[in-house]
């Protein structure tokens, strides 16, 4: 069974930083494109990032570009999500994804930005 | 960017009818591979978003066959027939052909 949980959310100021972690299980980690996809409160999906099976292509939607880094650690079957200069807007679920299409979701981890 | 408009934005169905939905596109999804890279999802109340289609018309695994998606380019279809209770919930569609992927805004989807 395909299995994906996130850690590593919480309350965080507005400029803070925060790394969101994402633990995979059940398939093989180290061939799949890997996405990050948040859902601000009451809102819709918004894809963040994504990057390949080797870390040699990664890609953000432009308003975390800059700020956001996205990386996996094969051996460990992790992804992360570096978020730095955080805004009250990045408030949200955020929800680690197998592939680069054809997602599949974990649970989701809430990232809240206030002071 | 690509831009998805999906239709109606809010459904109210009647158990044991069929619905559809609507996603459009700004730009043609088709690959010159013949795939359209577009998928279809639903978020349950509560729950984390599960895939339904992909590749435009592809049922994902556990997927009833009252779930079908169609369309090709620009223009894709989701349809439920014989809808039942379990189906509430919001339905995105997404397109993977670019590589910043986008969401359509999503259909709500809930009973009379």
């Known amino acids: 069974e395909v299995k994906l949980v996130e850690s590593g959310g919480g309350l965080v100021q507005p400029g803070g930083s925060l790394r969101l972690s994402c633990s995979a299980s059940?398939?093989?980690?180290?061939?799949?494109?890997m996405s990050w996809v948040r859902q601000a409160p009451g809102k819709g999906l918004e894809w963040v990032a994504n990057m390949n099976q080797y870390g040699t292509e990664k890609n953000y939607v432009d308003s975390v570009k800059g700020r956001f880094t996205i990386s996996r650690d094969n051996a460990k079957k992790s992804l992360y999500l570096d978020m730095n200069s955080l805004r009250d807007e990045d408030t949200a679920v955020y929800y680690c994804?197998?592939?680069?299409?054809?997602?599949?979701w974990g649970q989701g981890a809430v990232v809240t930005v206030s002071s | 960017d690509i831009v998805l408009t999906q239709s109606p934005l809010s459904l109210p169905v009647t158990p044991g009818e069929s619905a559809s939905i609507s996603c459009k596109s700004s730009?043609?999804?088709?690959?010159?591979?013949?795939?359209?890279?577009f998928d279809w999802y639903l978020q349950k109340p509560g729950q984390s978003p599960q895939l339904l289609i992909y590749?435009?018309?592809n049922r994902a695994s556990g997927v009833p066959d009252r779930f079908s998606g169609s369309g090709s380019g620009t223009d894709f279809t989701l349809k439920i027939s014989r809808v039942e209770a379990e189906d509430v919930g919001v339905y995105y569609c997404m397109q993977a052909l670019h590589s910043r992927k986008t969401f359509g805004q999503g259909t709500k989807v809930d009973i009379k």
């Open positions: 994804a197998r592939g680069e299409w054809e997602l599949v």
């Open positions: 730009q043609s999804l088709l690959h010159t591979n013949g795939y359209n890279y």
């Open positions: 590749l435009g018309s």
């Open positions: 059940g398939f093989n980690f180290g061939i799949y494109w």
